[in-house]
């Protein structure tokens, strides 16, 4: 019977979400007065399960419904023949693409796992508001999140080369484990280059979405046990899978994330892929 409440208040928690981004707060509000009776532990259970299915993306007390997954609806209903049965708002959709030049917004994760969930909810905010024709420029120094999270991050990749958007990638390792990656960028849609050496520091990263960036600092820590992972595994296995896993899903650490509009930085780094691929101006 647990279960059965638990889907229950979590189908209930969706439908609240489709019209836009709440607080947990109202959420709790909202389920108890259509159940009466239900208490509030029931309701953050119910949370917890769909923020780890990648249904909701929680930002401090705000939920949303998550972008990858609202683009798996989209598809699903689409093949369907329902139509666009989800045309969603979310709060952080409205607060990063208002963000003026100079603005910025940072969040902190304790964990790789929390960090590439919320990561994926952004990415996919600002690829659906990219023009045709103007990429996305990527600078990982380890594309570690296809190893981990295949599924999710394929699927984002399909929706960029759905839409004829070019997702220019450098990753910042050469690796063999590295270049096991490159099955996926490859089409005009999804190229990526190799640098011997990175020339970044090893916990930074970077997405480009025209004059938006997301930056990411990762702990140090979490930095040094990614970079002993590539130096060690040579094969996409369970051994390397399973141990991947055990790294992202550590907790206890502070990694940093910041969505900002800086045209001057957002140039640099343009400027940096020019030299490996053809950019418009």
Known sequence: MKELLDTSIESRIIHLLKGGA??????????QEGRLGTPKQSVYLA??????????????????????????????????????ALALRTKTRADILALEEGESISYIFHSLLALDMFWAHAFMIFMRSMVRGRPILVYNPHQWFLIAREQS????????????????????????????????????????HFFEKSIFPSNYYVNCFGDFLIEVWIDERAAGKIE????VYEAVDLNARARLWEIIKEKNYKHKMKISKNATKALKIKKIFKKYFLIPD
């Open 22 to 31: 709440l607080s947990t707060i109202k959420i709790i509000e909202k389920v």
């Open 47 to 84: 949370l917890r399960k769909l923020k780890k299915k990648e249904v909701v993306a929680i930002s401090g007390k705000i939920v949303a419904l998550h972008e990858v997954w609202i683009s798996k609806m989209k598809n699903f209903f689409a093949e369907a023949g329902v139509g666009d």
């Open 153 to 192: 991050e394929t699927s984002i990749i399909r929706e960029v080369k759905k839409r004829h958007i070019a997702w220019l990638q450098i990753v910042g390792g050469s690796t063999t484990l590295d270049r096991e990656i490159k099955k996926y960028f490859d089409s005009p849609y999804a190229r990526s």
């Open 228 to 231: 002993e992972f590539y130096r």
